[in-house]
């Protein structure tokens, strides 16, 4: 999962970016909780966008997927749907962030 990472900026570069991605996950999870408690279906679809590009980023095309249908339930007439997906959709991302700062950091 990190090669794409190292093929576009290099050892370092792949590291700092894995590492900004963990860093920002907390970040993220509050905004969409904080988006959620609005009922603001457009923030909250944004982090559902958001984390599928970073996931796109290192080729994990099954979250990526997960997420673009979060992100599409969120916009759309599905809201609950995608606000029910959400918690885990994060958990998998902390979890594939986390396994590339090791990667990273081996």
Known sequence: ML?????MYE???????????????????ADFA???DKKDRVSCARVAH????EVR?????ALGH?????????REANFDEGVAAMPDLLDRCGALFGKLCEAANA
Do not use: F, I, W, Y
């Not at 050892?11 to 999870?29: I, V, Y």
């Not at 980023?57 to 095309?61: F, L, N, Q, S």
């Open 3 to 7: 090669a794409p990472l190292v093929a």
């Open 11 to 29: 050892a370092e570069g792949a590291r700092e970016l894995a590492e900004t991605m963990r860093d920002d996950l907390p970040r993220q999870r």
């Open 34 to 36: 904080l988006a959620l």
């Open 50 to 53: 958001s984390l599928k590009s």
């Open 57 to 61: 980023m290192v080729a994990a095309d």
């Open 66 to 74: 997960a997420l673009e249908s979060a992100e599409r339930d969120l």
